[in-house]
């Protein structure tokens, strides 16, 4: 379904990923680990568009992504909950979620159905779907960020540094909440970035890592 095919990406004349290939099938769950600086976020920002590509192919479903603009990527049903959030402090929780899928002009009734989705593999998020969002604890916007991308995700989600920061018992919820993914969305492939491949364990069939910028099969 996502095939990285020789990506290569440079940042102010520094190469950051080198020849970068592997591929996700349809349903798959899949880890990317590596360490801070070893170029993790920015293969997540090359599949969104978020980065040029000097060289290399990124194809979903036999499309080539390059004809895709970033802005329309989460039209073909890709979801992305990047590293740092990025949610907005004044909109409710809710209203975070629902963002996406009203910039996708997504029928009323079909972007209920998704958030009572959200809402069931994140059961917590719905008990403070009311508040606003600057007012969340970094794991609550971490279990925020997760639901967005599901908003839009279904088909692929990317999952960056999910667990980063998390106090033990978040970090535990949080991996209850993508079990129960997996569950509810058998068919939905993730990709999560993660530094501690110890924390992906339960969580995921197959596992890259990732070296100054250069990425290889690996056992967790």
Same mark, same amino acid.
Request: glycine fraction near 10%; hydrophobic fraction near 45%; charged fraction near 25%.
């Given at each position: +379904? ?11 004349g ?9 591929s996700?099938? *349809?349903?798959? %769950? ?21 980065? @040029? +590509?000097?060289?290399? %192919? ?17 039209a ?15 909109f ?12 996708l002009?997504? @029928? ?7 958030? *009572? ?24 916007g971490k +279990?925020?960020?997760?639901? %967005? ?19 033990p018992?978040l970090?535990?919820?949080?991996? *209850?909440?993508?079990? %129960?993914?997996?569950?509810?969305? @058998? ?25 100054r ?7 967790l």
């Amino acid at each position: +379904m996502l095939t990285l095919d020789g990506v290569d990406v440079s940042i102010a004349g520094t190469r950051v990923l080198r020849g970068v290939s592997f591929s996700i099938a *349809e349903g798959a %769950r899949v880890a990317l680990v590596g360490r801070n600086g070893a170029g993790k976020t920015t293969t997540f920002r090359a599949i969104m568009g978020l980065v @040029p +590509m000097t060289a290399g %192919r990124i194809g979903f479903d036999n499309a080539d992504l390059a004809r895709v603009p970033a802005h329309r990527r989460t039209a073909i049903g890709i979801g992305y909950a990047p590293e740092e959030r990025k949610l907005f402090p004044t909109f409710t929780v809710e209203e975070n979620l629902r963002l996406p899928a009203e910039v996708l002009k997504l @029928p009323r009734d079909e972007i209920g159905r998704r958030l *009572e989705k959200a809402y069931a593999i994140l059961p917590e998020v719905k008990d403070f779907a009311d508040r606003k969002a600057g007012g969340l604890s970094g794991g609550q916007g971490k +279990m925020v960020a997760l639901g %967005r991308a599901l908003m839009v995700g279904t088909r692929l989600v990317l999952l960056d540094e999910p667990f980063q920061g998390l106090a033990p018992a978040l970090a535990k919820r949080y991996g *209850e909440a993508l079990l %129960r993914l997996r569950k509810a969305e @058998p068919g939905l492939a993730v990709l999560i970035s993660e530094s501690n491949p110890d924390l992906l364990k339960p969580m995921v069939d197959t596992a890259f890592l990732i070296e100054r910028g250069e990425v290889r099969p690996t056992a967790l």
